[in-house]
């Protein structure tokens, strides 16, 4: 268990309006992703951050911001969902201390546009 | 570019049999590494192992074993005495050559579903 939380677990949304997830990490580590998983695709990054207020973009950033005032909370915000965005979003912590690096994630957060 | 590739969209499996999994990889790095995950239906994402490209063992954990072949660029999961409990998806995924920033970002193929018959 690497303490990672993430809020909703489940939301639906209309399209047009403005949705923000929450990833909590209760261990201090310094680097965070947010991933999608849609079928057919695995899992693709959106965004990372590699310590407070250091972001950056990944593969698939279109249409989504992200947030770290906190070691332990990393924000993804949807400014204006669309349908398309209707996916299951992970986190991800990656753990530093550890050799190999390995990315823990957290439950996952179904996201529906309507 | 990084390109991972999961050829087996699904297979079937005897309990107590063993199932490999491919995974094929394409990068021009020569430090890299490769993961394993899993994905019961519940849809957690769980470690499962790890190899990376200087390692001179093949990678094992319990029943899961990494059958890595470097000069053919392919990563393939190994289960041993397949359980009712392995039915899951299952992802193979690569990070590039620096642990932190873009390059600490996974790749993940598209996943194999293995089905444990009993």
């Known amino acids: 268990d690497a303490g990672i939380t993430q809020s909703p677990r489940h939301k639906v949304t209309e399209t047009g309006t403005p949705v923000t997830l929450r990833c909590h990490q209760t261990e201090n580590h310094r680097y965070m992703y947010w991933y999608r998983q849609d079928p057919g695709h695995g899992l693709r990054l959106i965004h990372y951050s590699y310590g407070v207020k250091d972001t950056d973009k990944g593969e698939v950033s279109d249409g989504y911001s992200v947030s770290r005032s906190k070691t332990e909370d990393f924000l993804l915000t949807l400014e204006s969902a669309t349908s398309s965005q209707t996916s299951v979003y992970f986190c991800?912590?990656?753990?530093?201390?550890?050799?190999?690096?390995?990315?823990?994630f957290g439950p996952g957060t179904r996201l529906t546009v309507t | 570019a990084q390109k991972i590739t999961q050829t087996q969209p699904g297979m079937f499996v005897q309990e107590k049999e063993a199932v490999t999994l491919d995974c094929t990889y394409d990068?021009?790095?020569?430090?890299?590494?490769l993961f394993w995950y899993k994905q019961p239906s519940s849809g957690e994402m769980i470690f499962l192992i790890y190899?990376?490209?200087?390692?001179?063992q093949n990678a094992t954990e319990g029943r899961y074993s990494l059958n890595f072949q470097k000069a053919r660029k392919s990563a393939n999961l190994v289960i041993s005495a397949s359980q009712l409990g392995d039915s899951a998806m299952y992802f193979c995924a690569m990070r590039g050559p620096n642990y932190g920033g873009s390059q600490g970002n996974l790749i993940f193929g598209k996943g194999t579903k293995l089905s444990v018959k009993p």
């Open positions: 990068t021009s790095d020569p430090s890299y590494g």
């Open positions: 190899q990376g490209s200087y390692d001179q």
């Open positions: 991800a912590i990656s753990r530093e201390r550890e050799v190999n690096y390995e990315q823990y």
